[in-house]
Each structure stands twice: as C-alpha cells, then as structure tokens.
C-alpha cells in the first residue's frame, strides 16, 4: 500500500527547508498527518518489517486551533500500536538537561496509565520511549542508537522487555554500526537532519514511507497555521530560555558567592596553617633546645658517676 500524495510544487521544491523534521513542531504534525510514513520509522526503529506494525493511534494530535498553553512545550508523539503497545518518540535538539529523568518519568507513566483496578499485571504491553537528540546524553559513552532496558547489571540478562528507552544521537550518524544501516535507522536521521529540499528527496527515494514523509514536511511548510504554531513555540521557547538563562545566572552568581567565601575560609585556613607552622618551629627549637640540655645533663652525670667512683676508691685505699 502506499499513501503518497505527491504535489506538483513538491517536486519543483529546491533550496533550504524552512522548517525541517528537527523542528519538533512539524515532527509531530507530520507524522501524526501521515500514519504510513509513521509505520515506517516505527519498523525501522524496532527493526521489524512494517508490516508488523499495525493499528497505529496517535492519541495527543495536534489539531488546527491549539495554543501552547494548551500544549505541552515539548511535542512529543504519544501512539498505540498492536494491540496495546505504547510508544513516545521525541525530537529534541538542544540539551535542556533533564532528558534522561524526564524520559524515565514519561515511560513509567504510560506503561503504568493503562492499568486499571482489578487488572492483572501480566497483561501489561511493551512500553517505548524513543527520542531523537541534536546532541550527545552522555559525552562519556557516545552513541549513534543506543538501546537501554531493564536487565542483571552483572550479566546483561534481560529482567524485562516491556520497558524500553532508546536514543538516536542526530549529532553521531557517521558512527551507526552495522546494525543501525541495516534497518535503515542512519538514513532516517540523515533525513530528519538534511536542510534543503534537494537533499531530502535525494535521501527518501525510493523508500515510500520516506517519500510520504517528504511530501508531508512539504505540505506542513505551505500550512498557516503550523507556521503560526511554531512562531508561538518560538516565542514560549524564547521565554523558557530567558528564564532558564536568569535562573542559570542567579546560580552562577550563588556559585560565585560561594567560590567567594570558599576562598576566604581557604586563606584563613592557610592563615592557620602558616602560624601553626610557625609555632612548630617554635616547639622544635624548644625541643632541640631542651635535648642539647638533656644531653649536657647526662654528660654531667655521667662526669659525675665518674667523679663518685673515682671518690670512692681513693677513700677504700685510705682504709686499706
């Protein structure tokens, strides 16, 4: 089956893509608009053939008339699939610093959101948090797609399946493995990261979940009110960043504050320090001073011992 609708403007589209699929804002919307482009990246991701993938749900759509004070600030895209799996896929670009806590939260909150009372916990469903990076989670341990679960940390031997946290570093596509290539996951990034229509098609053909995808980030650029949506998400992004940047000041300048005093306490302590040096000297001259004394006053015991035995025979000749 293929979904593709192509439009004459699409394929005459060339130079840069105003808005590509790193904007998070036309990620949700043209992957919620198109659910076959999303079978694609699903299957590509859970490196499994799409058609496995069926009965896909987005169940937060962004629709035409939404504000961001209806709207979380960052898009993700919550969908079922299969029955009762659930997946959050993610594009974030710039490193908030709360990823991996949030991304823990966000998974352990819809894998547990659809238990109901009575519900026996055997029948819970696979839980997936997936999310796309600009940057790297850990600069330490750098990795194109990395796949973390639920397992013995001595063995690696899995303890569960059902609780999954993947991230595809967008900044790491020259180090995909193998693997990665195989199922296609390199060449999704380099098509979320490309920048200008001619890349973007030169990527995508002949994949039509690509190519559907393609049409899609065409058609949200040409839409007023995804426009206006990311206007808006600028601007609550602009506010979110002036208030970050006053709060990262505020505890640079408590920082500072602290360094300050850290610094004062530090030459009072060499203060200390150099004074208790100074009075261990004193304590050592008193020391050497008082063994050069003891040694003088052994001398003169032992020149007196001396004096005694020498006494002693004079007066036993004298009573001989």
Excluded at 42 to 54: F, G, W, Y
Excluded at 68 to 88: A, H, P, R, W
Excluded at 122 to 141: A, E, R, S, V
Excluded at 266 to 283: A, C, F, G, I, P
């Amino acid at each position: 089956m293929n979904n593709i609708r192509t439009t004459q403007s699409y394929k005459e589209a060339t130079g840069d893509i105003p808005y590509n699929m790193m904007n998070d804002a036309i990620f949700h919307i043209v992957l919620q608009e198109n659910l076959f482009a999303l079978k694609g990246l699903i299957a590509s991701l859970l490196e499994v053939k799409p058609d496995t993938i069926r009965d896909i749900k987005v169940e937060n759509p962004i629709l035409q008339g939404d504000t961001i004070s209806e709207k979380m600030t960052v898009l993700d895209i919550l969908l079922t699939f299969n029955d009762g799996e659930k997946l959050d896929l993610e594009m974030q670009v710039r490193d908030q610093h709360d990823y991996t806590d949030r991304s823990i939260v966000y998974l352990c909150r819809e894998h547990i959101k659809r238990l109901s009372h009575g519900d026996s916990y055997n029948d819970t469903k696979k839980t997936y948090h997936i999310g796309f990076l600009g940057y790297d989670l850990f600069p330490n341990h750098r990795e194109f797609y990395a796949r973390h679960g639920i397992m013995n940390i001595k063995d690696g031997h899995v303890y569960s399946d059902k609780i999954n946290l993947y991230v595809v570093s967008l900044n790491r596509i020259n180090i995909a493995t193998e693997e990665d290539r195989k199922h296609g996951i390199d060449r999704w990034a380099r098509f979320f990261t490309s920048t200008t229509w001619e890349d973007m098609k030169q990527i995508a053909k002949g994949d039509e979940y690509m190519e559907a995808t393609a049409q899609g980030v065409y058609d949200s650029n040409q839409e007023d009110w995804v426009k206006s949506l990311i206007s808006e998400l600028a601007w609550d992004k602009k506010q979110f960043d002036e208030m970050a940047m006053r709060k990262m000041n505020k505890e640079l300048q408590d920082l500072e504050a602290q360094k300050k005093d850290l610094q004062t306490k530090n030459e009072d302590l060499q203060t200390k320090n150099e004074d208790l040096q100074t009075k261990n000297e004193d304590l050592q001259t008193k020391n050497e001073n008082l063994q050069t004394k003891n040694e003088d006053l052994q001398t003169k015991n032992e020149d007196l011992q001396a004096e005694i035995v020498r006494l002693r025979a004079l007066l036993a000749e004298k009573d001989g």
